[in-house]
T-cell receptor, first 111, second 113 residues
């Protein structure tokens, strides 16, 4: 069936390096995508979103790239900091007024 | 603005009991969605309420139900609790449309013994 999935369950990076977290989606009807960050003991926190009429969007230290041709979404974090350590979820709105989440990628930042 | 709040934060119940969880959305938000988060299944959509009506529903049994009040506050009820219902239950709110960001509360951690 159609799903949102993540390529890697864990990612470990050195402090100061850039991080790239990937997400594959298979629902071609999805037209709105969001990245969330979830720290231990907290609910998911909105990071950045992108609509399907765009292929790139930048925020503070974060960039989301959308490739609709291959149904791929990525989150780039520049100059990763220890406070970025968390689980990152991609989510898609499928057009049916519900949101599907990927399994999540755990990002660990080494000092 | 205050964020999404959920009560209680932690709850311990036994099998067969029922439980009611509460969510207060961000002021001005009329849509409230509920999610179940477990290590094995990840984040799964339960249902969404908008203007006191259930607008969308996930694939959960009828033991899971919800409602929304005129002030947009929402409650979720689980009857006849099972061990597998142990999870973090998250509530998220947004203003109205589906192409709008959902903001999550801290969740209610439910443990069923």
């Amino acid at each position: 069936g159609e799903s949102v999935g993540l390529h890697l369950p864990t990612l470990s990076v050195q402090e100061g390096d850039n991080s790239i977290i990937n997400c594959a989606y298979s629902n071609s009807a999805s037209d709105y995508f969001i990245w969330y960050k979830q720290e231990s003991g907290k609910g998911p926190q909105f990071i950045i979103d992108i609509r399907s009429n765009m292929d790139k969007r930048q925020g503070q230290r974060v960039t989301v790239l959308l490739n609709k041709t291959v149904k791929h979404l990525s989150l780039q974090i520049a100059a990763t900091q220890p406070g970025d350590s968390a689980v990152y979820f991609c989510a898609e709105n499928t057009g049916n007024n519900d949101m599907r989440f990927g399994a999540g990628t755990r990002l660990t930042v080494k000092p | 603005k205050a964020g999404v709040t959920q009560t209680p934060r932690y709850l311990i119940k036994t099998r067969g009991q029922q439980v009611t969880l509460s969510c207060s959305p961000i002021s001005g938000h009329r849509s409230v969605s509920w999610y179940q988060q477990t290590p094995g299944q990840g984040l799964q959509f339960l249902f969404e309420y908008f203007s006191e009506t259930q607008r969308n529903k996930g694939n959960f049994p009828g033991r899971f139900s919800g409602r929304q009040f005129s002030n947009s506050r929402s409650e979720m009820n689980v009857s006849t609790l099972e061990l597998g219902d142990s999870a973090l239950y998250l509530c998220a709110s947004r203003t109205s449309g589906y192409q709008e960001t959902q903001y999550f509360g801290p969740g209610t951690r439910l443990l069923v013994l």
